[in-house]
Structure formats: structure tokens, C-alpha cells
């Protein structure tokens, strides 16, 4: 029996998760005290973090001592930098050394009594263990080991943990670990290795994935974002499917009966990985892939309320932390509970400064080659370097656009030397997409097809500046990039909000001190994230065109009613907008589209007319109330009621396009209230559109039929001057600032004005024209909505005329 000395001795070097916290850092690195900190500060709370124990540094320092390694590898290191080795041979050496050493004879069986205690709580004889690497330098804000050390899982039995132990002190000298310390000046030696061991989570029976405690892309701190996928979590972080997505929008979190769920997207999930069971003797190593099946495929991993509950903990984790953080959840196949197995700061976008945006605007691009997910917001441009494996470094040049399937962290080295990122695999929180934003580099993940579309060597410019969807396009693209100074956007009088339609984008500018959004333009989401016309949904059977029939039943695989694709869809896109600049108002023009582009929607040939001029024929309000689209527009309502009434968004303000006169408001209305959108109820206020001469002659009727207008400066110019404004020949004549079109916008904002509405103008003519900006305050406008990348000018024109008097 081991004596009292040796007790102590072995106390020293493994330590009960459940016995540590944040303070414990040097003790046993950033991912263990962080696992410590949260089974004691925040199971209380419901979180659940799995139990386990970790070994220490001192453990690590002991083992170094004992096999007398620390001298060897500073000579490895030193041979190193001189150039006497290459990376590749000091890390191999280095591997070389630990593994063929022994650990302590009191660290061994420090590590054994440990697991005992652990099987004797599971009431199990070996139970399987993850042993996860947690460097004492790691996960500090400036400077993130994550993805660096290794993780072994499904860990059975006293041998093979020691096995797994030795192997992650090891992995603290992969090649990537190596060159990442010296980059960043860490002594090799003085960073050193715990390891954690965790009771295993049987997700391989359920799913895993990762969760960040705000929007990767854009640094929205108010929304939760999940990426999940079947089976073990590895194949999310790696990349190596595409996941399912889920956005939660935090505000609304508290609200019991609302589901803030602003995105959600189901990804390929082609594969999952698992353990290797008895029958699988001849795989290498504890897992596998396994291909999914197509229901598995389809259906999401996580259900509304787990989607909810993994949310609401990463708000508490973010809050004990007070700082961003960047989350590994895990769900038990066997008990259905839900995990949290790792947690450390994010470390992107708390790092970036908070007074100024860079923006970047595509003028004009060649041929689109390959799409996927957009990382990041910017562009680059550079020759395809398509490689199947890091050994292929040599032939990759810096300003390079690396092409591949998926990374991992062997990649590092050469995505520093990237000028873009192109994957075929992998979602917004794959390898690929989190350290392509470390390193501020466009990346377009998820394409699919990219190493077979993009030949090695051609020049592409790698776009990720137009929304949720990245695009490579043939060529070197004419772009501009801008550096916005948040600091100088002063102070109006005058609303300034945004012209927004793709909601991937609508968080992209959340710093940008706006008044909410003056224009969400239902019809992009409807085109870009539906593309289905709404009848085509309801009445399939009217469709002839068998092409269009399979397009319909790809996009809707996974409905049942097919009607609600086009509902959940629009809904959250809608959503998503309004969460962005939630609680500012963000006004949403129903659907606009003229009968030629609702016939451009798949199934929509069936429906439309062919009209001799489809500007000034079944647009807008007219079709709301018509026999031949009023399903349609029933679908449009449930969306707009989802999103405010289930999801939650009740700044979402409601406006009617094209409505030509009084009496068809009232039948708008009328239509609007019978599909449960009724004016006033649940705070629901109408606008509608100012953009026919009608509205302003009649504007003291329809002031006591809506709340507020909204003056569309390109059709109201149009119908003004009767100058189409698509005629090249008649483009000379077509100018919002006439004085027919001023007349008329004054005169509709008095009349508004006298009857308590608000009036605010939508339209491009207040960014191209300052002068055109100066008249509408001095009319006395209440908000003017222009293009983000307008912002900037506008409000300072605004301040310098409200400053002038």
C-alpha cells in the first residue's frame, strides 16, 4: 500500500475536474480549468459539463524529468532554428522521444486509481473516457492553441488511457504546435501539458458540434450560433461535412414562449463518425466514418427546444466569463441529455478594434466558377493553387488562393500564405472557416465541386463581400476596399437607416449606428433563398413542366407541407434582418416582383400573365387581394406573424407596395386581417409605399388607412415625369430632384405631418445627390434609408444641413 508521502505526492499530479477553476490555469491549461469552472459555477444553472479528472503540469514537468527529456528536445529545438532540421524532422524527433518514454511509476498509478474512482461512479468496469490535450499557454485571448494539440476518444481501459496520455504529450510537438510557439515567441519548455480525462459522451449514437457565443462571420454579439452534425464532433470542426446551422438571436432568450431561432439551415451530413465497435477490429484506430442515411441527411440534429437550451447555456457561459467564447457541445444518444465539452474565449473577434469597418465593394466580376459559404466580409484575388495534402507545400507561392477539400490544423503553415481559401467541404465553423477569419482571409467554404471547377494556376478573385454566399469568379475582378471610421459619424435629427434584402448580410453592419432599416426587400429572399413561386407550393398540380416539378421536390426535401418550406424560409430571412438592428424599427415591403420575375420562380410560368408592361401592370397591392394570388399571399402573412409572434422580432413594421388607391388599402387590410395580420394588434404597424401620384393627391386618405409612408423616389420620379425608368434612350430625363417630383414630396410630407405619420424616403438619389439629401431635411423629412455603404456620406450631409439650419 502506498504511503501517506506518496498520497500527497499523487495528489499533486491528477486533480478532480470538479476541484478546479479559472484560477487553476498554469495548474492544468486554459480547457480544463475552463471544464473545472464550469461543473462549479454553473451546473447549478443547468449546465451540464461530463465529469472526469486531469493530470498537471507539474505530472508533465515529473514525466520530462524522469526520462531526462527537456534537455534533448531544447537540442532538437536549437537545431531548428540554426537550419541544421527541418520542421518536420524536429517534430518527428521530438514525437519520437516522448513516445518511447515511460511515465512516472507515481504518475501511472496516480492516473489508474483516478480512472478506477471514475468507473466506480459510472458503475461500470472500464468506461470509456475522451482524453483531451490542454496546454497551460492555451486558449488565452492573444494567442489560441485550439485545433493544435490532439484529442483521443472512446478511450477503454487503465493501458490504453496511459497510451492516450503519452500520446497527447506528444501531440504538444506537432509540427504546427512547434511553428505556432515560435511564431508567437512561447518557450518551447515552458509551456507545458495536462490532460483531461472525461466520462464519454455516446454522441457517436447522437450528435455533436461546436457553438459560439456570437455570429462568427460578422461579430454580432446577439446572436448564438450552432453548427451541428450526427455522431462524434470532429468531423464539424474539421470540416469534413457540411452541418446543419442554427442562429439564435440572445434578447429573446428569456421569453418562454418565443423561439428566437433566426437561421437555421440543414446541411448534407454526409457522413458521421463513430466508434469502431467489435465488429470493425480491422479499422484503424477507436473510429469511423459511416455513411449516413438519407433520413439522417434531412432531418436537423438538434430539435427547436435543444436548439434553445445549448443557447441559453452559451449566454450563461459568455456571462460567467464575461467575454466572448467559443463552446463544444456534445448530445447523448443513449440518455438524449445535452453536454457542454469544451469551452474557451473566442478569439477573432474580441480582439478586433471597435471604431472602425472595413468594407468591400465588387464594382464587376468574370464568370462565376464555384460558390459556397462566405467566411468573412472581403475580397482577394490571386492563382489557384489546388493541393491534395500539406506535404504538397513547396509548390504553393505567397498571394496564393489555396483549393483543396477540407484543412486541418497541418494546414496553418500554408494558409498564412494565403491570399484566399477555397474548400470543397466543411460549414461556417469548420478548420477551414475559423482560422481563414484568424488570419483575416476570405474564404468560400462548402463549394462542393471547387477542386474540380478551379484549374491550378488560373487567376480567380475569391468574393465573400455579397452576403451568405462566397463566389470565385474567372479573373482578376475590379473590387475596392474602404476604411470606415465609426468615430466620425456624428449625431441628426434625421433617421438614417439601411436598404437591406439578403439577410446573411443584415448583421454584417451592426456597428454601423443606424435608425433601423427603411427597406427589407421581401422579394430578394423570396429569389435568392426560396426560388420557388408560392402557388407552385400550394398547387403542384398545375404545373406541367416535369424539370420544375423535381427542382420543387429537391428544395423541399425534408417537408412535409411543402407550403410551409416557402413559410419557414421567408420567415427567418425576415427574421434574421430584424434581429440585426432589433429594437429599431425594420420596415418589410411585401412582395414586389413584377409578373415577369414571379414568372422567373420555379413554377411560376403557370401562374403569371404575360403583360405588354409589367411595371405598370399586376404589382403590389393588387395582387394581395386577388382571387388568382391571394394563397400566395396568405403565405407571405404566416411568415410575417412566424416572425414576429413566434420567433419573437416585434419591430418587424409591415408595407404595401403600389397601392393605387383608398379603397384598394382597405381591401389589403381586409386581406391582411383575415390571414391574422390586423393593424395595431400586438403593436403592428403598417406604412405604405409613396409612389404614385395618387398617394400624395390622396395622402390625407391614405394617412387615416396606415401608419406612416414611405416615398419610392425611383417609381415616383417615373409615374411623375412618365419617363420609364429602365429606357436607356429616356435616361437623360429621369431625375428625382425635378421640381415636379420635389413638389410632390413636399407636399406628401406636409400632409403626413398634419395628420401625425411619419413620411421617410427610400432610395439611392440621397447618396448619389447630397443636394437632394439637404432638400429633404429642409422638407422635413423623418428618415431616409440608403444603401450601407452610403451610410457614412449621408449622415454627414445630413449633419451639415441640420447645422445650417
Not at 520 to 540: D, G, S, T, V, W
Request: aromatic share 6%; with cysteine; hydrophobic share 40%.
Amino acid at each position: 500500500m502506498p504511503d501517506a508521502a506518496s498520497h500527497t505526492d499523487q495528489a499533486l499530479l491528477v486533480v478532480q475536474l470538479a476541484d478546479l477553476d479559472n484560477d487553476d490555469v498554469a495548474r492544468v491549461g486554459g480547457k480544463n480549468a475552463s471544464l473545472g469552472e464550469m461543473i462549479g459555477a454553473l451546473s447549478a444553472e443547468g449546465v451540464r459539463v461530463p465529469g472526469g479528472f486531469a493530470t498537471t503540469a507539474d505530472a508533465y514537468r515529473q514525466f520530462l524529468a524522469a526520462n531526462e527529456l527537456a534537455p534533448r528536445i531544447r537540442e532538437r529545438i536549437e537545431d531548428y532554428r540554426s537550419g541544421e532540421r527541418s520542421l518536420r524532422e524536429t517534430g518527428e524527433a521530438i514525437r519520437g522521444l516522448i513516445l518511447d518514454s515511460d511515465l512516472p511509476a507515481d504518475l501511472s498509478e496516480a492516473i489508474r486509481g483516478a480512472y478506477r474512482a471514475l468507473a466506480g461512479e459510472r458503475g461500470q468496469e472500464t468506461p470509456d473516457v475522451a482524453v483531451r490535450s490542454s496546454a497551460t499557454a492555451e486558449d488565452l485571448p492573444e494567442a489560441s492553441f485550439a485545433g493544435q494539440l490532439e484529442t483521443y476518444l472512446n478511450i477503454r481501459g487503465e493501458d490504453a488511457l496511459l497510451a492516450a496520455v503519452r500520446r497527447c504529450y506528444a501531440s504538444l510537438f506537432t509540427d504546427r504546435a512547434i511553428a505556432y510557439r515560435e511564431d508567437h515567441g512561447f518557450d518551447q519548455l515552458k509551456v507545458a501539458l495536462s490532460v483531461g480525462v472525461q466520462t464519454m459522451v455516446r454522441s457517436d449514437l447522437g450528435a455533436a458540434g461546436v457553438m459560439f457565443s456570437l455570429d462568427t462571420d460578422t461579430g454580432f454579439p446577439r446572436t448564438v450560433l450552432i453548427n451541428g452534425a450526427w455522431g462524434l464532433g470532429e468531423t464539424v470542426v474539421q470540416g469534413s461535412v457540411d452541418p446543419d446551422e442554427f442562429l439564435v438571436f440572445k434578447p429573446l432568450l428569456h421569453e418562454d414562449s418565443l423561439k428566437p431561432i433566426v437561421a437555421r439551415s440543414i446541411g448534407g451530413k454526409a457522413r458521421k463518425l463513430v466508434y469502431a465497435g467489435d465488429g470493425d477490429a480491422d479499422e484503424d484506430g477507436p473510429t469511423r466514418l459511416k455513411e449516413t442515411s438519407a433520413e439522417e441527411r434531412r432531418a436537423p440534429v438538434l430539435s427547436d427546444d435543444e436548439v434553445l437550451a445549448l443557447a441559453r447555456w452559451a449566454v450563461l457561459v459568455e456571462r460567467h466569463y464575461d467575454k466572448p467564447m467559443d463552446m463544444e457541445w456534445a448530445k447523448d444518444g443513449e440518455t438524449g441529455e445535452l453536454f457542454i465539452v469544451q469551452a474557451r474565449p473566442e478569439t477573432v473577434h474580441s480582439q478586433r478594434a471597435a471604431g472602425t469597418l472595413k468594407t468591400y465593394r465588387l464594382n464587376d466580376a468574370g464568370e462565376v466558377l464555384a460558390s459556397g459559404y462566405a467566411i468573412g466580409d472581403a475580397i482577394a484575388a490571386g492563382p489557384v493553387r489546388r493541393l491534395d495534402s500539406p506535404d504538397d507545400s513547396e509548390r504553393f507561392e505567397r498571394g496564393d488562393v489555396l483549393v483543396t477539400s477540407m484543412t486541418d490544423p497541418d494546414w496553418v503553415p500554408i494558409m498564412r500564405r494565403a491570399a484566399a481559401i477555397v474548400t470543397d467541404h466543411g460549414g461556417r465553423t469548420s478548420h477551414a472557416a475559423i482560422v481563414s477569419r484568424e488570419l483575416g482571409l476570405p474564404a468560400v467554404v462548402g463549394t462542393g465541386d471547387g477542386t474540380e471547377r478551379l484549374g491550378d494556376g488560373v487567376e480567380v478573385t475569391v468574393s465573400c463581400a455579397e452576403g451568405e454566399t462566397g463566389n470565385v469568379y474567372a479573373g482578376t475582378a475590379d473590387y475596392e476596399a474602404e476604411d470606415m471610421d465609426l468615430g466620425d459619424i456624428p449625431d441628426t435629427r434625421t433617421r438614417v437607416m439601411l436598404n437591406l434584402a439578403d439577410p446573411a448580410a443584415a448583421m454584417r453592419w451592426w456597428r454601423l449606428p443606424a435608425d433601423g432599416v427603411g427597406l427589407a426587400r421581401m422579394e430578394f429572399i423570396i429569389n435568392q433563398h426560396i426560388k420557388i413561386h408560392p402557388l407552385a407550393l400550394l398547387h403542384p398540380e398545375r404545373i406541367e413542366d416535369d424539370a420544375a416539378r423535381e427542382q420543387i421536390d429537391a428544395l423541399t426535401a425534408g417537408y412535409d407541407d411543402k407550403a410551409e418550406y416557402f413559410v419557414e424560409r421567408l420567415a427567418r430571412g425576415i427574421a434574421r434582418i430584424a434581429a440585426g438592428s432589433h429594437p429599431h424599427p425594420v420596415i418589410v415591403r411585401m412582395s414586389d416582383f413584377k409578373t415577369n420575375e414571379y414568372a422567373d420562380l420555379i413554377g411560376g410560368r403557370a401562374f403569371e400573365p404575360a403583360e405588354s408592361n409589367p411595371m405598370l401592370g399586376w404589382r403590389g397591392a393588387s395582387r394581395y387581394y386577388s382571387d388568382a394570388y391571394r394563397d400566395g399571399f396568405a403565405l407571405e402573412c404566416r411568415a410575417i406573424r412566424k416572425a414576429r409572434e413566434e420567433i419573437g422580432l416585434e419591430n418587424i413594421v409591415v408595407m404595401i407596395p403600389f397601392c393605387r388607391t383608398p379603397k384598394e388599402a382597405d381591401q389589403v387590410l381586409a386581406a391582411m386581417a383575415e390571414h391574422g395580420l390586423e393593424r395595431g394588434e400586438r403593436g403592428l404597424a403598417v406604412y405604405v409605399m409613396c409612389e404614385i401620384p395618387s398617394n400624395v393627391i390622396l395622402a390625407a386618405e391614405f394617412a387615416a388607412r396606415f401608419d406612416g409612408f414611405s416615398i419610392g423616389s425611383n417609381d415616383l420620379t417615373q409615374l411623375v415625369l412618365g419617363v420609364d425608368r429602365d429606357s436607356d434612350r429616356l435616361a437623360h430625363l429621369f431625375d428625382e430632384r425635378s421640381d415636379a417630383v420635389r413638389q410632390m414630396i413636399r407636399s406628401v410630407i406636409q400632409t403626413a405631418h398634419e395628420h401625425e405619420r411619419k413620411v421617410g424616403l427610400c432610395g439611392q438619389a440621397p447618396s448619389d445627390h447630397p443636394d437632394f439629401a439637404a432638400f429633404l431635411v429642409r422638407a422635413g423629412i423623418d428618415s431616409v434609408s440608403v444603401n450601407p455603404d452610403s451610410f457614412l456620406s449621408v449622415k454627414q450631409s445630413i449633419a451639415e444641413v441640420e447645422r445650417s439650419g
